[in-house]
């Protein structure tokens, strides 16, 4: 049976870091297995989302690890962090479960890690330009690609990525 249980989005604490786990697991083999080959995945997610980097990420200064809960799961989860004396939001991470995406779940997720960062007038990430589904999405979302970079995630990563930035728009 489909989920589609209605979201609110909260700070990650220390007890969901074994849930984002899973889930950062999940997902990047169901979006990255066809074009890095699973067990390149297997590799990445082990290193980049093992316990001490997901714990070491809640408690950095100037940085928002949100999740988005719906009460029995963890449906999504973003994290990012401030540069440029805060007027960059770097989106280091953003990621919905495979049977929830296409919910609005994602975008509530970037808004929301948005609006944590006041002195803040762009975001920007880095994407798989083979992640098409990604790619549209922040499209969608007011992106435009700003330029490229060979070591996507980590330095000397060797994973080649584009850059993408949206204004930020204060109401
Ligand atoms: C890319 C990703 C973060 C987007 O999150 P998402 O929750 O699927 O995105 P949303 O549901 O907010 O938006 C996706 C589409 O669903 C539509 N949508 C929004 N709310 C909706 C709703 N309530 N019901 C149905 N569709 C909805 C949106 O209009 C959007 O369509 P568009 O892309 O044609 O504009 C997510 O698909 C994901 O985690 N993918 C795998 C990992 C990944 O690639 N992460 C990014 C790494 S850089």
Not at 76 to 101: C, I, N, W
Request: glycine share 8%; hydrophobic share 40%; proline share 4%.
């Amino acid at each position: 049976m489909s989920n589609n249980a209605p979201v609110f989005v909260r700070t990650a604490s220390a007890r969901d870091i074994g849930t984002i786990r899973a889930l950062l697991l999940e997902t990047w083999h169901d979006t990255y297995d066809a074009i890095y080959g699973a067990d390149r995945v297997t590799a990445i997610t082990e290193e980049w989302h093992s316990t001490e980097a997901l714990a070491d990420r809640l408690n950095r200064p100037n940085s928002e690890f949100l999740v988005a809960d719906d009460g029995e799961e963890i449906a999504g989860m973003a994290f990012a962090s401030a540069a440029d004396e805060g007027k960059t939001v770097l989106l280091h991470q953003l990621y919905v479960k495979p049977g929830r995406q296409g919910q609005g779940i994602g975008g509530l997720l970037l808004d929301e890690i948005e609006g944590c960062f006041p002195d803040a007038d762009k975001v920007r990430l880095e994407v798989e330009e083979q992640n098409s589904r990604a790619v549209r999405f922040y499209l969608s979302q007011g992106f435009a690609r700003a330029g490229a970079t060979q070591d996507c995630g980590a330095k000397q990563s060797g994973i080649p990525a584009a850059i993408y930035e949206r204004p930020v728009v204060w109401m």
